[in-house]
């Protein structure tokens, strides 16, 4: 099946074509053209999936345990999906917002760069091999921050590498406990042996370490400082990007470990989870409505999402399970598309302060609309797509006699409502106040107009959202397959080391 | 900074980092060593220079941008790609290939070593990159 190594070097390819283009509108319709092929090889691999299972490749020819194997489930290929999906709109976005003094060229190297990273990360199934995708997401995340070359991007690059790069190194401490103690680095073989091993003690150390790895990644309470310090500085459209992205990567790295083999001592890190869960999502939520910059309101909502991701992890059940699942897709469509609209108010405005905005119902009511759209998911009004994620989530708990989480969840869904009323009313609803400086005595700039071309991946979005709420029964379906297969690998294992089941 | 040790030992540690950087990316098949580690030592040794003398002056002299460095990596990653496609085998297999070399013995080349060299080129090109971008103050 070399199908499966397409969304790897698709990427790879066109990076290829970007360091050979000179001109900068090539390199967009370039950019367009090549995230919709990418969209187009994930729904052919859906529907291999759906056909035959879980999809693998033995990279090289080396058999499954020893050489490095790719490997699509369900719930890969639902990120998959969801990745390109995010990135065809994206793409289109930078033509319009990704201009100025930047570097185009060097912007569409990196953006792929940064997709083939994601990608690797979502089909690989070996646990070395992800480590060597993460370093490329974040070699390639940091130039693209520091893309615009200022002092302010320079100063939350760093700090974004730091810090991740201490994440990086604990996993790879914790890789390195664990080929020690099993001689294994393939994920279905550490299944295999970690399932059967009565070793607790080494595997606890190593999953402490790839806990807080992910647990940095993912930006969970209380590993997320890189998170608000760095996102707001980039230009949107790179932001864009991480929001929909980066975060998730640690999500779906902590699912797949967490279910397939962490499962040592399982009462004891679930605890862990929900506690982690329980705090992520107030304490993101708390510091969202704290402040006035569209852009820190965002990032900070991002961190109190992840821990609804979390909490479905750390109940796991299958419902609980697919309820995260669900929930990934919707925030990863909606969030993206909050950050886009910060970017169009801003280019309607000049700033991001709420303060300094106002009247934007009467300037540009279709903005207004599309800002409804992911307001009202991320809130979880029915029927859009938050909604039924929160909905199998809360199920989920109170099934489970977990009433605790769900009442701090429900509490959070609050915070999240005062937030997006927050920009609604002060961007939407309020007079536009009619002054030339802002609060912090910047001059504002001259607003500009906004044409077609930078509407048109909001609304691509906010079909998605509406789409994922109308049809959340059949998507459901999906998930609930990708579930079960998570909560019993027994066929991931199977299939991974070729295994015949009798 | 400016040393006049360093910048007397700066010719023979730098030719003698890029010696070791071959020799690593050489030996790295089956032994400790290989792209990524060569790669670094190499440019380790222009880091060295730039510490040794002045940034720019290093900078200039470069006949290879940083970015040429990565492309060219790139390049090479693709093409250790192709053998195993032309053979119809698995991607990415090995292709070996014995040369004769008459006295010297047979020397045995496989598809790896282009991907070892595609690796070795690209951490060249993103070293260098990260380094000339932190080190620039405007």
Redesign the interface.
Same mark, same amino acid.
């Given at each position: 099946m070399a199908t499966v190594a397409l969304p790897i070097l698709f990427p790879f390819l066109l990076i290829l074509v970007f360091v050979v283009i000179k001109s900068s509108r090539a390199a967009q319709i370039v950019g367009v053209l090549g995230s919709a092929s990418l969209l187009a090889i994930s729904l052919f691999l859906f529907i291999q999936v759906n056909e035959q299972g879980i999809l693998t490749l033995n990279v090289g020819g080396w058999e499954a345990p020893m050489g490095i194997t790719l490997v699509v489930d369900h719930l890969s290929v639902i990120m998959l999906i969801v990745t390109s999906f995010i990135v065809f709109a994206i793409s289109i976005y930078a033509i319009g917002f990704m201009v100025g003094n930047h570097k185009t060229n060097k912007f569409y190297i990196f953006f792929f760069a940064l997709i083939m990273g994601v990608n690797g990360a979502f089909t690989t199934g070996d646990v070395f091999n992800l480590y060597v995708w993460f370093e490329v997401i974040l070699i390639s995340s940091f130039v693209l921050i520091v893309i615009g070359d200022s002092k302010e991007q320079l100063e939350g690059g760093i700090k974004y590498m730091a810090l991740n790069l201490i994440g990086s190194l604990l996993f790879l401490a914790g890789l390195g406990l664990l080929y020690g103690e099993t001689g294994t680095l393939n994920m279905a073989h550490l299944a295999q042996i970690l399932r059967t091993s009565e070793h607790s003690l080494l595997i606890n150390s190593s999953t402490t370490l790839f806990f807080i790895a992910f647990g940095i990644k993912a930006a969970v309470f209380p590993l997320f400082f890189w998170l608000p310090a760095s996102y707001h500085t980039p230009n949107i459209t790179v932001t864009a990007l991480f929001a929909g992205l980066l975060t998730k990567v640690g999500v779906y790295a902590l699912m797949r470990f967490f279910t397939l083999f962490f499962i040592q001592d399982q009462v004891f890190w679930l605890n862990v989870l929900l506690v982690v869960a329980g705090f992520t999502m107030v304490v993101g939520g708390m510091a969202a409505s704290a402040h006035y910059d569209i852009r820190r309101i965002l990032s900070y909502h991002i961190i109190s999402q992840i821990g609804y991701m979390i909490m479905g992890l750390a109940i796991f059940t299958p419902l609980a399970i697919a309820g995260a699942i669900f929930f990934m897709i919707h925030n990863m469509v909606a969030k993206t598309n909050t950050f886009l609209i910060a970017g169009m108010i801003n280019k309607l405005k000049g700033t991001f302060y709420l303060k300094d905005i106002g009247g934007l119902i009467k300037q540009s009511p279709l903005l207004a609309v599309l800002f409804i759209i992911p307001a009202f998911a991320l809130a979880g009004v029915p029927p859009l797509s938050g909604f039924f994620a929160k909905f199998i989530l809360f199920k989920a708990g109170a099934e489970s006699e977990h009433y605790a989480i769900v009442a701090v969840a429900v509490f959070t869904a609050m915070l999240t409502l005062y937030s997006m009323v927050k920009i609604w009313n002060e961007a939407f609803l309020k007079e536009s106040p009619t002054k030339e400086f802002s609060a912090k005595g910047v001059l504002l700039k001259i607003p500009n107009k906004l044409s077609f071309i930078h509407f048109l991946p909001s609304i691509i979005l906010g079909l998605g959202t509406v789409f994922l709420g109308l049809f959340a029964q059949s998507v459901y379906q999906f998930i609930a397959e990708a579930a079960n297969q998570l909560i019993d690998p027994e066929i991931y294992i199977n299939t991974v080391l070729n295994i015949n089941m009798q | 900074m400016n040393s006049v040790i360093l910048q007397l030992a700066t010719p023979y540690v730098r030719s003698l980092l890029i010696f070791f950087a071959f020799v690593a990316l050489l030996r790295g098949h089956n032994n400790p060593g290989g792209g990524f580690i060569g790669g670094l030592l190499a440019a380790l040794a222009i880091v060295f220079s730039s510490f040794a003398f002045d940034r720019r002056p290093v900078q200039r002299k470069l006949k290879i941008k940083p970015?040429g460095y /990565?492309?060219m990596g *790139? /390049?090479f *990653? $693709?093409l250790s790609?192709s053998p195993?496609l032309l053979k119809s085998? =698995? $991607? =990415?297999?090995?292709v070996w290939v014995t040369i004769p070399m008459g006295i010297l013995g047979e020397l045995n080349v496989g598809s790896p070593l282009l991907f070892d060299i595609g690796v070795f080129m690209a951490v060249i090109g993103?070293t260098l =990159?990260f380094f000339f971008? $932190?080190t620039n103050r405007k």
């Open positions: - | 970015g /990565v492309a *790139l /390049v *990653l $693709l790609f195993s085998q =698995m $991607l =990415m297999e090995g993103v =990159m971008t $932190l």
